[in-house]
């Protein structure tokens, strides 16, 4: 079975500071690890993924996400937050034999003026 | 706009009634995945269809079912419906059935089962 930990369920930060959003992951098998955004009324779209090869994944709109085995971990972070920023973003895992997304809670990320 | 296409976006409904929500892949994609999200439940994987045929389910009920098409469109048949399937559905398409295709995401269809 796998899982998907999302630490904070809202995280608020200032616009130009720094992004943080913590993922962890269960999986018995070499996952896939992916991070969506879901914007208010709309679809998911994808930001980054990793699947094998580097760690640090890089993604749109300056996002980007390191894969630690170590850790079980895929926290994605941006440098510098703009207003447009805040969404609700989703941490998700696959794997070999299970195609199928196994989503994390989701975390709201407030970016303040 | 990912080029999957969900109708309704709306439906509202009684308790007991039967729905039918369909998606359109995006062209080319030979996967389609269907998802649930509501508030107390979060993001749940209902089924997968590669070509026409089941390949996987996940947390769908008995009272779901879905079939895919030969022009590869999928509908997600809800029935004897209850207050608490009322959430977000979504498809999502990708390419094959290869794990690593990235999944890509309709606006969804929100029903309100009252």
């Known amino acids: 079975a796998q899982s998907v930990t999302q630490l904070g369920s809202h995280v608020s930060v200032s616009e130009g500071a720094l992004v943080l959003l913590r993922c962890n992951y269960s999986?018995?098998?070499?996952?896939?690890l992916f991070w969506y955004v879901q914007y208010p009324n709309q679809g998911l779209q994808l930001l980054l993924k990793?699947?094998?090869?580097?760690?640090l994944v890089k993604g749109i709109n300056g996002f980007e996400a390191e894969f630690k085995k170590s850790e079980t971990s895929f926290h994605l972070t941006k440098p510098s937050a703009h207003m447009s920023d805040a969404a609700e973003y989703f941490c998700?895992?696959?794997?070999?034999?299970?195609?199928?997304?196994?989503f994390g809670s989701g975390t709201r990320l407030q970016v303040q003026p | 706009d990912s080029g999957v296409t969900q109708t309704p976006k709306h439906l509202i409904t009684a308790t007991g009634q039967r729905v039918t929500l369909r998606c359109s892949p995006r062209?080319?994609?030979?996967?389609v995945y269907w998802y649930q999200q509501s508030l107390d439940q979060g993001l749940q994987f209902l089924i997968h269809?590669?070509?026409?045929?089941?390949?996987a389910k996940g947390n769908i009920l008995e009272r779901f079912s879905a079939q895919q098409f030969p022009d590869l469109h999928s509908e997600l048949n809800l029935s004897s419906l209850e207050l608490g399937d009322s959430a977000l559905y979504f498809c999502?398409?990708?390419?094959?059935?290869?794990?690593?295709?990235?999944?890509?995401f309709g606006p969804g269809t929100r029903l309100t089962v009252l």
């Open positions: 269809y590669y070509n026409g045929e089941e390949r």
């Open positions: 990793y699947t094998t090869g580097a760690t």
């Open positions: 062209s080319g994609d030979l996967s």
């Open positions: 999986s018995s098998v070499p996952p896939y």
């Open positions: 999502a398409s990708s390419v094959g059935s290869r794990d690593r295709n990235e999944q890509f």
């Open positions: 998700a895992v696959s794997h070999t034999g299970r195609r199928a997304l196994t």
